[in-house]
């Protein structure tokens, strides 16, 4: 059963950079799609961006220009790193697999990580 | 970006009751579209892909239609686990997005 895992800081400063990684368990990231996405307390979800094993990425053009990711395959993680946040950045950072089974979807997701930015 | 509307936002049911929540994309996305059902606290779950295809272990009364701009879930009988959010998600084309999301409450 693959299983995934965000990690990082809780609290980030405003004007900082959000650094996060999801650790994959249970299965291979090779030959997969990963993706992050965040959902602001109360409201729906964003998706942010999808990186491929092989280090390809996609990400959200409204995020673009903060955004970068990376993959790391021999410890099975990949990261998000969000720079200059701001408050509109708290949210609920969610990793999950894309598969593409037909249709690209998110099969399998981390349980999330609450990122708040603050002073 | 393609915007995806969900209605209603919220509804009210009943364990047993029929419950139809519509997705409409502001283009056609043909059956590029996704269901997840959310619970408070948790992530997102994925219950359709490919707007018509169970997702492994997803109960058979969970279902999904259409194809082109307007797109549905139905739940066949209410179960009491089945109160939640859910949200659709088109994956024809970058950036992916999100319905605003349908919470389902009891009646």
């Known amino acids: 059963q693959v299983q995934l895992q965000e990690s990082g800081p809780g609290l980030v400063k405003p004007s900082e950079t959000l650094s996060l990684t999801c650790t994959v368990s249970?299965?291979?990231?090779?030959?997969?799609?990963w993706s992050w996405i965040r959902q602001p307390p109360g409201k729906g979800l964003e998706w942010i961006g999808y990186?491929?094993?092989?280090?390809?990425?996609n990400y959200n053009p409204s995020l673009k220009s903060r955004v970068t990711m990376s993959v790391d395959t021999s410890k099975n993680q990949f990261s998000l790193n969000l720079s200059s946040v701001t408050a509109a950045d708290t949210a609920v950072y969610f990793c999950?697999?894309?598969?593409?089974?037909?249709?690209?979807?998110?099969?399998?997701w981390g349980q999330g990580t609450l990122v708040t930015v603050s002073s | 970006d393609i915007q995806m509307t969900q209605s209603p936002s919220s509804l009210s049911a009943s364990v047993g009751d029929r419950v139809t929540i519509t997705c409409r994309a502001s283009?056609?996305?043909?059956?590029?579209l996704n269901w997840y059902q959310q619970k408070p606290g948790k992530a997102p779950k994925l219950l359709i892909y490919?707007?018509?295809r169970l997702e492994s272990g997803v109960p058979s009364r969970f279902s999904g239609s259409g194809s082109g701009t307007d797109l549905t879930l139905t739940i066949s009988s209410l179960q009491p686990e089945d109160f939640a959010t859910y949200y659709c998600q088109q994956s024809y084309s970058t950036p992916w997005t999100f319905g605003q999301g349908t919470k389902v409450e009891i009646k």
């Open positions: 990186i491929y094993y092989s280090g390809t990425t």
């Open positions: 249970g299965g291979s990231i090779s030959t997969y799609y």
């Open positions: 283009q056609s996305i043909t059956s590029y």
């Open positions: 490919a707007a018509s």
């Open positions: 999950a697999r894309v598969t593409p089974m037909v249709t690209f979807n998110l099969d399998y």
